[in-house]
């Protein structure tokens, strides 16, 4: 490597949702900037094959990310009391396993990591690195997505239980910068940080498929429909999504001229009631399109959305930017929000 030439360790661990579109964008990005990248992932393969089939966008940029597996830390001790014990164990040896791993890649070449950046950080997962700080050597940083803090002060977290402290998150000397997709907020978290804040474009995945061999979940979609108008849910799907007033409304139009399409990774609420009324709506609505899966995005999600003549997005307690409104922007689609 030459004098100017720098290393960035990409990590994330989750790969549902926007995480692999996002994951892409970075890559190409550092890669357009000659930095040498590693990128930790769950899915190395899947990241190394999007990363090659949009690369060609970017005709000068040279191909130097090595993907790797992240190696993640299993949670355990659930069972200790206080709670916070067993997210102080993880959050150790979680971070100290990145670190490792980062390691043992530079380690033959010599090279130098300039940082480690988290492409996409949640309030949960990094409610304790303050704690893991004195044990970590590299600086690092990322995009601080949900920034849920300054939008609704004082509201517990439903994951955490807690009331999340981003200043605690990145209070230490190795934290040197973080992005959020808030612009509204920017000057509200520089000054509680006191740190550079940076925002970044709610990015997506613009492929739309070239062909349609008549197999496709679009297809299939469509042939659901029979010509009706198709209201489409798409992602990942959480109560926070409006799943529920989704299916409600889907209830309420029984008999109409009109389709339902629900589509993506479902998360299943703890609720038993509200499981139960997921589960009877879907049986009950002869009408409502399902593929409760993950949907990859780029030519397969785009496709599903160019099928609806409208995309819902009425989010519940949820102040924060939704991929969704970008995908309804690119494919010129009006949103129930």
Known sequence: MGDGEKTVALVDWCWQGHHPTYFNHFVLALEALDVE??????????????????????????????FRKIRESARR???????????????????????????????????????????????????WINVAHPFLRYPWMGLYLHAMSYRMPGKVHPYTGRVPCPEKIFSAKKCKSIAILDEGIKPQVEAALSKPVVVMPDLTDERLATHDSGKTLAARLQHFAAGRPIIGLFGHLQISKGVLTFLEAARNSIGSDLCFALGGDIIWPADPEEVERIQMSLVECPHVWT??????????MNALLQCCSVLFAGYWDFPHSSNIMTKAALLEKPLIV
């Open 77 to 127: 001790f659930e069972q200790l009391r206080p709670a916070r014990l067993s997210g102080i164990d993880w959050t150790l040896r979680h971070f100290r396993t990145i670190e490792k791993q980062v390691g043992e890649w530079i380690s033959p070449s010599g090279r130098k990591v300039e940082a480690i950046f988290y492409a996409c950080m949640y309030d949960w997962d990094f409610q």
């Open 37 to 66: 990248v590693l990128a930790l992932c769950p899915k190395p393969e899947e990241a190394s094959t999007t990363a090659r089939s949009t690369r060609s966008r970017f005709s000068s940029v040279r191909k130097n990310t090595a």
């Open 291 to 300: 593929h409760l899966a993950r949907i990859p995005d780029g030519d397969q």
